[in-house]
């Protein structure tokens, strides 16, 4: 089946750097990328849409700055965190929706960040 | 806009018993699917089920059986004879038939099975 294979899977980081997150579709041509953060006990909320080739689409109040998004190829989009500070703390989830005939979504495995 | 509620936030049951976890949602399209998904505490997000709004067939895969009410924009899920193993958030979400649309996801219910 498809996999989106997601790395790290567990960062810390000190405040001010940047941390690169990866996602790669291993058997499938991902032309969308989404990319969510999870507060402890919260739901997933949407940041932003990535597509191959073009800009990235943030949701509204999504800092496009500090959330830097590249989808540079059809299996590889990333997210970069820069400048982190200790709010940013979280858990983000990559999703690649299929094709029209499956309407269905792969996910990776998420990445823990923690900024101290 | 298209919006999911999950109004439980926290169940917790004994092992054996059965629990439903409620989802009711909003959209304007007439045409659109329903998922549920389970996240362990690893975080990974398991998927469950997809439904799609002209399939009001209710489903059943051991355990686990889902109650699709186009008529009150419900998707509930029921496990029954619960057990440790299925203790989880477990999230409700929609998307419409969009060729890379987005899901929206409902607030998650937090399933606790105790022994």
């Known amino acids: 089946g498809a996999v989106v294979s997601q790395h790290p899977s567990r960062v810390i980081c000190k405040s001010g750097t940047s941390v690169k997150i990866e996602c790669r579709s291993l058997d499938f041509q991902a032309t969308t990328m989404f990319w969510y953060r999870q507060f402890p006990k919260q739901s997933l909320m949407l940041m932003a849409t990535?597509?191959?080739?073009?800009?990235?689409?943030?949701e509204q109040g999504v800092e496009k700055d500090k959330f830097l998004i590249n989808h540079a190829s059809l299996t590889l989009s990333t997210l970069t965190v820069t400048s982190a500070h200790p709010e940013d703390s979280s858990f983000y989830i990559c999703s690649a929706p299929r094709t029209a005939a499956n309407y269905g979504y792969t996910f990776g495995s998420g990445t823990r960040l923690t900024v101290v | 806009a298209q919006k999911v509620t999950q109004a439980q936030t926290e169940i917790s049951v004994v092992e054996k018993e059965d629990v439903t976890l409620d989802c009711v949602y909003e959209t304007r399209d007439t045409t659109y699917y329903l998922f549920w998904y389970k996240q362990p505490p690893s975080g990974e997000l398991v998927f469950l089920i997809r439904r799609n709004s002209f399939d009001e067939q209710n489903e059943i895969s051991g355990r686990y059986s889902w109650n699709f009410q186009k008529s009150t924009s419900s998707f509930n899920f029921t496990i029954t004879a619960s057990q440790v193993v299925d203790s989880a958030v477990y999230f409700c979400?929609?998307?419409?038939?969009?060729?890379?649309?987005?899901?929206?996801f409902g607030t998650g219910t937090r399933l606790q099975v105790t022994l």
């Open positions: 979400a929609l998307r419409n038939t969009g060729t890379a649309s987005k899901l929206t």
């Open positions: 990535s597509n191959e080739g073009s800009k990235a689409t943030y």
